[in-house]
């Protein structure tokens, strides 16, 4: 094979032959001359053979010419071409020569074809590499970029809220999320196996992740299947409670919550993160493990702490399906797989438990039995009390949230009996309506009230709600204006006529009495027998005529606006009881008169707490409204009326001191009465409604309420009702019913406790002569003498002693109702007069729907 040509061959080459030109490879040309003359001979093959020097060694070649012809020639011959493969030549242009190409197979094989796009295993090999250590660091950064989660989501930390009698240990109800944090330590051991036999075997030794389930759940997302949640209870504490671990299904998310649940493993104990799992998850009618202990399985006293291991492997077998049915039979199913978990992480406690255990007792429903009954009255005005200061309903339902009622549990039945047993008395049927409050006048505080007896069917709250014209049960107001003006018990007013005889807002004819008390009586008798004339000639005579009790009762918590609307329409009837009010209304009213003339605003509420801590305080705060004096001698005149002589005469309490009022609506439509002790205020009122259709067919009311709707009829909806309200006459008086119901609940309220005595008269003021002229000046009275003969108001004879004539009188300081406190002590908690709602700034509820309202008065009953 001849060489290729080099300008400058490399180092040890030796250079060609001078005179010999490299020939094809196959061809035949002449042979020319060899150097010193000699011709070289032919050799087959036709390469000429070289002599040997000249001693038997061959001549060495000599150098090559640097110049060699890039066409070879023989003499005038054309220029063979070999049909062997030619070597790239150079072109003259001085550039090195092309690389030689690559070796073919003499079989014409190679990596032609599709295996030229093949890699080779080194290239794949070092991919993998670059590739796995990319991953690899992109994981590490994202891992450090990820932080520990530091705040929990608010689902996940809501508990319920609890509404308490007002001795702060009995329920009345619960509310909102159905958890109750409880510490590890209260959890029963058997519960916390059960939870990790089924939810996590490797808990106590994994790192917070499962290889296997992450492998399970990223090839379901990838392949479309259903996504499945996190494997082990790290991962399922760190998305069901931090914050920023979202519930949507994709891959970042997964990864995410891979990556916190290594950290948390890294900086939580295992202790810690089974507890805030048990804490939070959710096992169907509650989350987290006390609530829901407390929510399946029967029993005054259940707690997760008392839990047996088949109630353990109960709420376990939960756990994956919250909302199965509380004994369905897929429930059972993994009942037993818990108990088999169980027996085989533990053999040496549970080895026999899957031959002993049987599937627990549990509750069959959850039911709403929170707010049926009387309960529902008691939740909504406390709901409503707090809403006013702030406090949200959904923030209570969330916020864990330890409420302390006013209301005594003892208390609230004895108003329910003693109103429901009056109207059986007397044949009420659901066509009436009777409502009772009773607050304890020393702070305000709502003890008992009676407004219905299943808020689940009749949500309405008589007390509450319930706006009924106050008849004559306003006049203390009145009385007590009079006194506040500087005039006196003494002073005599007008009896069959008003003074003057005309007043704006009288009905035709004027105001009367519905019987003959003569020309002049003085104001015990006044207000004894309730004599209207003499009241509406009072107010009159006020320096600030209706002004100044407007602005009394305003000051004793009665709503502003329904008192100013009143005057502007119904004039000096607002003296004899033409605005609107309500029991509860009455009843802190008449505190001014059982308190020493201090009002506190009625409230339901003593205390709220949250985590340990009071959240918000009793608003409490009293305001004198009128002077002690007048106070006094306010209640002289309303315990003549439960004396011989007065409206409700021989309806009193015994030799337990009490004062109070009759009132009674035109055509007797709305029938009160409202009295007290020194320890209670009661107020009682009647109504009567019938349900009355278009053609004037009267209906039996459903559950208290007019029926919107006819049964097979699509005719009626709320914009065109089945029937309507109508209230018509009671067909009784404010010394029936009412009083009855009043003395009833007031006999059992005061049981067991101490018999207080009103304070003595107190003189206040100065006799005021408004008799009309000319009728002589009545003759007064000597202080032993009796004016009214024997109607004498303050007749205190063995005749009155009705109930417990033989009572201890004796007298001892209670400034609270103590009826069902287990010897608890009531104390008024001390607030900022700045941060409450003072005396008589208070609101109350608007007018029912459907009610009317009669605009005038009649005389009061005898």
Known sequence: MAAQPYDEPPAGRAEPRAGHAEQPRGSHPEQPPQRGGHPQQPQPGGRPQQQPPPGGHPEQPPPRSRSRQDTRTLGNQETIISDAPRRSRRRGSGEPPEPPGPPTKKDGGGRGGWRRFVPSWKIVVAGTVVLAAGLFGMIMVAYANTPVPTSAQSEATAQQSTIYFRDGKNEIARLGFKREIVPFAKMDEDVRNAAVAIENKTFWEDSGISVSGMVRSVYNTVTGQQLQGASTITQQMARGYYDGLSQEVSIQR?????????????????????????????????????????????????????????????????????????????????????????????????????????????????????????????????????????????????????????????????????????????????????????????????????????????????????????????????????????????????????????????????????????????????????????????????????????????AAGFDQKRMEDDVNEHHFQFAIGSALVTPVEQAAGYSIFANGGKYTKYHVVQEVKQNGKVAYPEQAVAKEVINPGVAADATIAMQAVLQPGGTAAGKGLGNRPAAGKTGTNNDEKEAWFVGYTPQISTA??????????????????????????????????????????????????????????????????????????????????????????????????????????????????????????????????????????????????????????????GSAPEHRTGGTQPKTTRPEDQ
Request: hydrophobic share 35%; aromatic share 10%.
């Open 254 to 554: 997964k990864v995410k919550e891979i990556f916190v649940a290594v950290k948390l493993d890294e900086t939580m104990s295992k202790q810690d993160i089974l507890e805030t799992y048990l804490n939070t998850i959710n096992f169907g009618r509650a989350y987290g493990v006390e609530a829901a202990a407390k929510a399946y399985f029967p029993g005054k006293n259940i707690t997760a702490a008392k839990l047996t291991p088949e109630q353990g492997a109960y709420l376990a077998a939960r756990i994956q399906q919250p909302n199965w049915d509380h004994n369905s039979s897929a429930l059972q199913w993994r009942f037993k797989e818990v108990i088999k978990n169980m027996a085989e992480l533990w053999p040496d406690k549970y080895g026999n438990l899957p031959q002993t255990a049987k599937f627990p007792k549990t509750r069959a429903s959850a039911g709403n039995d929170d707010l049926g009954g009387l309960n529902g009255y008691m939740v909504k005005q406390v709901l409503a009390e707090l809403e006013t200061r702030g406090l949200t309903e959904e923030e209570i339902k969330s916020g864990g949230y330890h409420i302390v009622s006013t209301f005594d549990r003892r208390l609230m039945k004895a108003a329910q009996t003693a109103v429901k047993s009056t109207m059986q008395a007397y044949n009420l049927g659901t066509e009436f309506h009777g409502g009772l409050a009773a607050v304890n006048p020393k702070n305000g505080r709502v003890l008992a009230f009676y407004g219905g007896d299943d808020y689940l069917t009749d949500p309405w709250n008589e007390p509450f709600q319930s706006t009924k014209q106050a008849a004559s049960a306003f006049k203390p107001y009145v009385l007590a204006a009079w006194l506040q003006a500087g005039y006196s018990l003494k002073s005599y007013v007008p009896g069959n006529q008003t003074v003057p005889k005309e007043l704006p807002g009288q009905q035709e004819g004027g105001i009367k009495n519905s019987h003959n008390v003569g020309v002049s009586v003085d104001v015990v008798k006044a207000t004894a027998a309730s004599v209207n004339t003499a009241y509406v000639s009072m107010a009159f005579k006020l320096p600030g005529q209706l002004d100044d009790v407007k602005n009394l009762v305003e």
């Open 684 to 841: 009682v009122g009647f109504y009567r409604e019938q349900c009355v259709t278009k053609t004037g067919k009267v209906v039996a009311p459903q559950h208290s309420n007019c029926p919107i709707f006819r049964k097979g009829s699509k005719k009626y909806n709320n914009d065109n009702p089945y029937t309507t309200v109508r209230e018509v006459s009671l067909g009784f008086e404010g010394a029936g019913p009412p009083t009855i119901a009043w003395q009833k609940f007031m006999q059992m309220a005061h049981e067991n406790l101490p018999i207080e005595q009103f304070p003595d008269r107190a003189e206040v003021g100065v006799p005021e002569n408004i008799v009309p002229s000319p009728t002589p000046t009545p003759t007064p009275t000597q202080e032993d003498e009796n004016p009214f003969g024997s109607d004498n108001p303050f007749d205190d004879g063995a005749d009155d002693c009705l109930i417990g004539c033989d009572s201890n009188d004796t007298t001892v300081p209670d400034d609270d109702v103590s009826v069902d406190d287990d010897g608890a002590e009531d104390e008024f908690s001390e607030t900022n007069p700045d941060d409450v709602g003072l005396a008589g700034q």
